[in-house]
DNA sequence: AGAATGAGCGAACAGTTGTAAGCTAAAGTG
DNA sequence: CACTTTAGCTTACAACTGTTCGCTCATTCT
């Protein structure tokens, strides 16, 4: 095996050590780099030949979730077309998301609140690319000054995100009631942004 | 000095030492037995006469910091009878609150998806006491389902306490801004409401 | 007065942590 | 082939952590 390839290897062995270490009990923070390099199957100071510290594993976990996260907004799409309900079909999708990979949400929504600047910001950029992405499609569909869209689309992304949240803590029974919660929640915001000076398109 | 005054003399040096080492950096979980007790001005092994472990002053915590926000509502109420207008004044008065103490509103934003479940509940039972409160007043002043009017509570509050978030990592010159979407945000919703088989009341 | 209580202390223990230094051995290079 | 590079290892250290034990001594109770 090339030299590379192994290093890429065990790289990828410390990154999902940390990832399966994440869990409702265990943040980011609690981790520690002897437990992770054990998991991983290496010795403590080896870690060091891929990362500099935690901070920077840290921050490559947080690209990784933004990544699943916008994979996640392209298989939205797909649906969308054959489905139609947008709203619906949107916040299900992100529903399944936040379920079947709950550690990967749970890094996304307590870093956003965490102790690192670096982290903080990281996150808020991968949630402003769906800001950013929703307001495209709100500005399409209306007519609307951009500050509005983007207003609109930041409160969409914040509801739907709690709800995620909410989940996390409620049992399955419950996740179709979160979901049309939300619907409904996101619907009133539409509504109420089309009656305050906003016109449907065409 | 009684015993039983300089007990809670000694107890209330403890809540206060911890409470002064949250910041942005910080976090309760990351706070040390140790450091609390020092800075309490007791040794290490003195603080189990008050509380069993860490989990026990960090409830205490949460406990205190939502008292404080329900003596803001308090507060929010009456200005809101002397100024008239209810959502800028509720914002305004909670990013005060927020930029007055942040430290306080920061453990209960970071504990709402922290790594305990004590924890978690406890916030969430705080956020509770608001969201009856504001879906109470909602039931008041229109006439809808109470499911709905929950509904329509849990948003706003969800919208606001982001705003809260928002405004930690911002610069102050922020502040108006934050506050005047947050409130755009929240007349969308209750427009929407309004217009989905809600009626204003009278 | 005398006894009981209990807040606070110092010393000590076993466990963990991050990280530095220096070695080995395999892969890459000329 | 000899030479360099480097991922990974072992050992080691100093700094912390939470917690147990047994003591003191001022307050409280009888």
Redesign the interface.
Known sequence: MSRAEQKERTRRAIINAAFSQLS????F??LSLREVAREAGIAPTSFYRHFADMDELGLTLVDEAGLMLRQLMRQARQRIEKNGSVIRTSIETFMEFVTGNSNVF?LL??E??????AF?GAV?REIQHFVAELAEYLRKETICPDE?AR??A??MV??VF?AG?DAL?APPEQYSYLTS?TI??L???????A??GRKPKG
């Open positions: 409702a009990d265990k943040s923070a609690s749970r929504l307590r956003r609140s965490g102790t690192s600047a903080r808020a509005l207003a609109q930041e409160a914040i509801l709690h949240a803590d919660r409904t929640q619907r009133w915001l539409t509504h109420g942004a009656g305050s």
